[in-house]
């Protein structure tokens, strides 16, 4: 176990360098970006003595290093410091953006577990059969349809040919648990290709794991066939989809923007998007630490349980 | 012949006669894409008794053992009548105890699995208790001790012999009458080849028809009541062990038998001066995982001489494989130092010059492996010459199809995909393939186990020549079994990765001075004790 131990603290002294690298890039970059907040700000008439008095205001004019040092030593105290452009504490854009972004991502990752993995389970029972060749060929189907193809075909079926679903969540603000019927294309679409490509994973582990001698001898010896399915060969066959679906839980709670823009949801992707067109470099860099930490956390947790389900791999770092 | 399968014959069809034999093979024949692989085979199996297949590999044992588990091989075409008493379970341990236990579940998965359906009568609180116990019986029955913490473990924390014991102990659980052991003692050392054959010998008492396919012979003497000599899908003798090998009727049963008959030794050649391998002060640690390095392997020191061969010997896990792989440079985390005439030899594989790579060739235990299975053998063996001595591939070629040639392989052979060899052939040709370096230093990594007898004694014999025509190379034999380390000039003893002896191969063999050599040897001449063919050694 100590072996355990060890590896989880050296992941995430990992981790902390990863982020602390994702931040340092990201500030980076938006600083090699041609303009800042002033001018973002002044908008359509760059009037360049407007511009420096802009800058002097958001303190833009300090060197570079020296916003850099003073953003990290706040953060240090839990202080991710305000938006240039409003002035507002950037942890409540992340408090704001947070809630439809996690209520989005929930209501996704509820649907995609026994959809990905009872498509994949089904499939591999009956492989090669008819049941199989379907889900397989609709999975690969789907799973090459863009997400923005499919939003754009679903509102357009959905909302605006049969009037049935609201084409957008515009009006409801942060609150959409309250309606319900906004939600229902957007989660649609955020399941298509993930459903895919676990259903995909899955079947070919179950198909795998349902061949090998091991489940061969478990039947042999008179285990039921849904036993040994689920008891003998689908924990072989969850490894690899388990550190799939942490990349997917990844991608939904950092913001999946195509899908926040294209139904108009106050998501954190809609709130990325927003602090790269006005250059507002501390929301950015808010944003760049919360994504990098989500991902570092969801990922060692995949590793823990694929250790789990794979322990002769052991543990690699 | 029809296209039905008849193998699920009703049961409680057997006469009074037939009352004894809890299983029974009749006139199976079992056909694959027109090729058939078992032929009119008769089998019965007693219970306490020990009935043995033997034959080479390829002669249907392993068709004909799971025939009686009701499983064949995909799109085969059976004929003949399988009967098991009652319909009772048949257990099964197979060659690779390992590839039967889920590696990702707890040795209790499957256990439990079994215990529950034989607990469905009591009442829903006492189940649990009453199956645990079925378990933890099962596997003191199996002879493991501490059960209890066994249980939780995964298969992978176990030893090979655990692993097998946990096998059998699914078996004992389940209650089966019948118990298949498919090459249980195959690449395995000499104190673990008695233990096992105790465990089989201990089933047999309990009054279970144990089914021994092996081509083990020593330990078929040891355990077998009776004995079905195969070849080709078709049991060509059989009888009691006893008359078997006194008497053996069939020209195969006697080719097989007089296979078994020991090489002749060396005399030690005397010392010429400089090693071409020398090895001192090596240290080998392997990295596990976080929890560091472990130093697996120490040797103070140990030299090679030109035209010498060196057998390296020890039981699995001692760490032969690592020091012949330090040798070779694909173990790099080492100490000390290799000399190659007299020339320190880089650690890695990746740093050594071509020359470098030449002289010391590795010849692996598993061939299938160690071949492209898309490329034809004659292509793979002529590549080493092209690569390491800079020859032309018509040259490389030519040179390949003598060498293959001269080790035994047909002509028309060569030119197959490596798929289409036996396993036999695919070592010679993994030799041929070291040969055309022009190597200084042969390293033959357990070459011969895993091959039946009467395919290791071709290839000893074709290492006995090698040694023969070529004075200047050197040869270092990876073995756990002494019968292939007689035919060395030298024997060195390596006991959990220590050096504990080294010296002339008659010396160690007649007057070893190490206890564990000496537990080594007495092991070997029990399993060989009266098991010796009339005419042999």
């Known amino acids: ?317 | 012949m029809t296209d039905r399968n008849d193998t699920t014959a009703p049961t409680g069809a057997g006469t009074d006669a037939e009352l004894a034999c809890v299983a029974e093979i009749r006139d199976l024949r079992v056909e694959i894409d027109g090729r058939v692989i078992v032929d009119g085979v008769q089998l019965r199996a007693l219970p306490g008794k020990v009935t043995a297949l033997v034959g080479a590999s390829g002669s249907g044992k392993t068709t004909t053992g799971l025939a009686l588990l009701g499983a064949y091989p995909s799109g085969a075409r059976v004929t003949g009548d399988v009967r098991v008493a009652a319909d009772g379970p048949v257990g099964y341990v197979p060659q690779h105890p390992a590839s039967v236990l889920n590696p990702a579940r707890r040795v209790s998965a499957l256990l439990n699995d079994i215990a529950r359906t034989q607990v469905r009568d009591l009442p829903r609180n006492q189940r649990r208790a009453a199956a645990r116990e079925r378990m933890l019986r099962a596997l003191s029955d199996a002879q493991l001790p501490d059960a209890e913490a066994l249980l939780s473990r995964y298969p992978h924390q176990l030893s090979g012999g655990q692993q097998q014991r946990v096998v059998l102990a699914q078996a004992l659980l389940l209650g089966a009458r019948v118990i298949v052991a498919d090459e249980p003692t195959t690449g395995q050392d000499a104190l673990t080849r008695s233990r096992i054959v105790d465990q089989l010998a201990a089933l047999a008492a309990r009054g279970i028809a144990v089914v021994l396919l092996s081509h083990d012979l020593d330990v078929v003497h040891a355990l077998a009541d009776e004995v079905l000599v195969m070849r080709a899908g078709r049991v060509v003798e059989s009888g009691p062990v006893q008359r078997l090998w006194r008497a053996p009727r069939h020209e195969w049963t006697r080719q097989l038998l007089d296979a078994r008959s020991s090489p002749t030794g060396h005399e030690p050649l005397p010392d010429t001066g400089q090693a071409v391998l020398h090895v001192r002060h090596l240290t080998a640690r392997h990295r596990d995982g976080a929890i560091g390095a472990t130093v697996v392997l120490r040797t103070p020191e140990l030299a090679l001489h030109p035209g010498e061969s060196l057998a390296v010997v020890g039981r699995s896990g001692t760490g032969k494989t690592t020091l012949a792989r330090c040798l070779a440079g694909l173990h790099r985390d080492h100490d000390g130092q290799v000399h190659l005439d007299g020339t320190p030899l880089p650690r890695s594989v990746r740093h050594r010059s071509r020359a470098e790579l030449a002289a010391v060739q590795y010849v692996f235990q598993d061939a299938r492996a160690a071949f492209d299975e898309h490329r034809p053998v004659l292509d793979q063996v002529a590549r080493t010459a092209v690569r390491l001595r800079g020859t032309d591939h018509l040259s490389a070629a030519q040179e390949a199809l003598t060498t293959l040639i001269s080790l035994g392989l047909r002509p028309e052979t060569t030119h197959r995909l490596p798929s289409e060899l036996s396993g036999g052939e695919l070592q010679r040709a993994a030799l041929a393939r070291a040969l055309l370096a022009r190597p200084r230093v042969l390293i033959c990594d357990e070459i011969t186990s895993g091959l039946d007898t009467v395919t290791r004694r071709g290839i000893l014999d074709a290492l006995t020549d090698l040694l023969r025509d070529r004075s200047d190379m050197s040869l270092m034999l990876i073995t756990h079994d002494l019968e292939t380390a007689r035919l060395a000039h030298r024997i060195a003893v390596l006991d959990a990765g220590e050096l504990v002896e080294q010296g002339p191969a008659h010396r160690i063999l007649t007057e070893p001075r190490h206890p564990f050599t000496v537990s080594l040897m007495e092991t070997t001449a029990r399993l060989e004790a009266e098991t010796a063919p009339p005419g042999a050694w």
């Open chain 1, 1 to 317: 176990m100590t072996g355990l131990r060890s590896f989880v603290t050296r992941r995430m002294l990992l981790g902390v360098v990863q982020t602390v690298a994702v931040v340092l890039l990201v500030f980076a970059l938006t600083e090699a970006l041609p303009g800042d907040a002033a001018v973002a700000l002044a908008g359509d008439q760059p009037d360049p003595a407007r511009i420096a008095a802009l800058r002097e205001a958001m303190h833009l004019d300090r060197p570079a290093y020296e916003r850099l040092a003073e953003w990290a030593a706040g953060l240090l105290h839990g202080d991710f410091g305000a938006s240039v452009t409003s002035g507002r504490p950037v942890s409540q854009y992340l408090a704001d953006g947070f809630g439809p972004t996690l209520l989005l991502a929930a209501l996704t990752v509820a649907l995609l577990v026994p959809a990905g993995f009872g498509l994949g389970v089904l499939a591999a029972r009956h492989e090669g059969r008819l049941v199989d060749r379907l889900i397989s060929s609709l999975t690969l189907a789907v799973y090459a349809v863009p997400e923005f193809a499919l939003g754009v075909l679903l509102v357009t079926v959905f909302a605006l040919r049969l009037d049935w679903l609201p084409p957008t969540a515009v009006g409801y603000g942060t609150d959409l648990l309250g309606h319900p019927a906004a939600l229902l294309l957007p989660v649609l679409v955020l399941l298509s290709r993930p459903v895919c490509s676990l259903a995909r994973l899955v079947r070919a582990g179950m198909v795998d794991a349902l061949a090998a001698p091991y489940a061969v001898h478990a039947r042999r010896y008179g285990v039921g066939g849904a036993r040994v399915r689920y008891a003998h060969a689908l924990p072989n066959a969850l490894a690899p989809a388990v550190q799939q679906l942490a990349r997917t839980i990844d991608w939904l709670l950092c913001g999946v923007i195509v899908v926040e823009a294209l139904f108009v949801i106050p998501g954190l992707g809609t709130v990325l998007l927003n602090a790269v067109a006005e250059r507002d470099v501390p929301v950015v860099q808010g944003l760049a630490v919360v994504f990098g930490v989500l991902t570092v956390v969801l990922n060692l947790g995949a590793d823990l349980v694929a250790h789990r389900l794979a322990p002769r791999a052991g543990v690699a770092a």
